[in-house]
């Protein structure tokens, strides 16, 4: 089992920034690929970025790429996603979560196995 922790989140001005953790521990080990994903008020869950164990292979969605930045912390067991020029629709509840999979789990939260409890990010305009 792997546990997720995220971190980070807080009201943040349209235009700022906000940097997020999210710390894993028990079988970290098993992990191939780890991932955000949000949800805003009212809608469903929706992939954000995520990156693979081997040699940092990183995805986002197109809604932040450019604006996103996902990276890892192998030796803190630590992934990271820095978020700029934020804007009222980045506004949700993010969620890191874990996969075992060696091809990883791409965009589909199905693949993904173990999750945080998530950390809410509003956004005022």
């Known amino acids: 089992q792997v546990q997720l922790v995220e971190s980070g989140g807080g009201l943040v001005q349209t235009g700022g920034s906000l940097r997020l953790s999210c710390a894993a521990s028990?079988?970290?080990?098993?992990?191939?690929?780890t991932a955000w994903f949000r949800q805003p008020p009212g809608k469903e869950r929706e992939f954000v970025a995520r990156?693979?164990?081997?040699?940092?292979?990183?995805y986002y969605a197109d809604s932040v790429k450019g604006r996103f930045t996902i990276s890892r912390d192998n030796a803190q067991n630590t992934v990271l996603l820095e978020m700029n020029n934020l804007t009222p629709e980045d506004a949700a509840v993010y969620y890191c979560?874990?996969?075992?999979?060696?091809?990883?789990?791409?965009?589909?939260?199905?693949?993904?196995?173990?999750w945080g409890r998530g950390t809410q990010v509003p956004v005022s305009s």
């Open positions: 979560a874990s996969t075992t999979l060696a091809i990883g789990g791409g965009t589909r939260a199905d693949r993904y196995q173990s």
């Open positions: 028990g079988r970290t080990f098993t992990v191939y690929g």
């Open positions: 990156i693979h164990r081997s040699a940092g292979d990183t």
